[in-house]
């Protein structure tokens, strides 16, 4: 089994979301072993956003790829092919502004290309990559899953659910720690209640499992 191990957070060393997908792969690595991990760090190696040389040779236009275009897909070809490759996906996903960092979505944005994570048909799009399991490590400084307005206005887990559904895949875990700039005390709670939600994300069945249960 492969697993894709991907941090997104600028804050190196004092990230939540960095301490929590660490836990989530080590305790992953524990209940599946012989677990191959790669890893990934986008806040030091992240595509640059997406652009018309990114998306040249995709559409089949030049005929001869510029050098730009070549170095483009070149990148697009690294990141796809080893997000396809991986079994598991653990990400890191902070929430930035309401929304994800800006470069995890230069990351999907590479990764979203028909015929290789999705594909048109006569009905709609169609996900090529189901199969795998995603678990997404999400951090957030205040309240966001307890208040209806709290919800709408949060672009960061709804985001994530739907372009990995995008793309196929069903079986979405999120392992929730909020209201961490809220003092000492809602910090360290937050942080506790993360070591349940890690249990359940990672042990065997959680896929057939009400998925409420592991964002609770």
């Known amino acids: 089994m492969k697993l894709l191990h991907i941090?997104?957070?600028?804050?190196?060393?004092?990230?939540?979301?960095?301490q929590l997908t660490a836990g989530i792969v080590a305790q992953w690595q524990a209940v599946h072993p012989g677990t191959s991990v790669d890893y990934l760090d986008l806040a030091v190696d992240a595509p640059?956003?997406?652009?018309?040389?990114?998306?040249?040779?995709?559409?089949?236009?030049?005929?001869?790829?510029?050098?730009?275009?070549?170095r483009e897909?070149?990148?697009?070809?690294?990141?796809?092919?080893?997000f396809l490759a991986a079994d598991v996906i653990v990400v890191g996903a902070p929430l930035y502004n309401f929304s994800i960092p800006?470069?995890?979505?230069?990351?999907?944005d590479r990764l979203a290309q028909a015929g290789r994570t999705f594909k048109y048909t006569d009905k709609g799009a169609v996900g090529l990559a189901g199969g795998k399991t995603v678990i997404v490590a999400s951090t957030r400084g205040g309240l966001y899953s307890t208040t209806e307005a709290g919800q709408?206005?949060?672009?960061?887990?709804?985001?994530?659910?739907?372009?990995?559904?995008?793309?196929?895949?069903?079986?979405?875990?999120?392992?929730r720690a909020e209201g961490l700039a809220m003092g000492d005390e809602a910090r360290?709670?937050?942080f506790d209640g993360t070591r349940a939600q890690i249990a359940a994300a990672t042990r065997e069945g959680a896929a057939n499992q009400d998925r409420a249960a592991l964002v609770a």
Not at 74 to 82: A, D, Y
Not at 102 to 108: D, E, G
């Open 7 to 18: 941090d997104s957070s600028v804050l190196g060393a004092n990230s939540a979301s960095r």
């Open 48 to 70: 640059s956003h997406f652009g018309p040389d990114a998306l040249g040779i995709k559409v089949g236009q030049p005929a001869e790829p510029t050098e730009a275009q070549k």
């Open 73 to 82: 897909n070149e990148v697009s070809e690294r990141l796809i092919s080893q």
């Open 102 to 108: 800006t470069q995890l979505k230069a990351w999907i």
């Open 152 to 175: 709408a206005a949060e672009h960061q887990e709804s985001y994530l659910k739907v372009i990995f559904g995008f793309f196929g895949i069903t079986d979405v875990r999120f392992v």
């Open 188 to 190: 360290k709670a937050a």
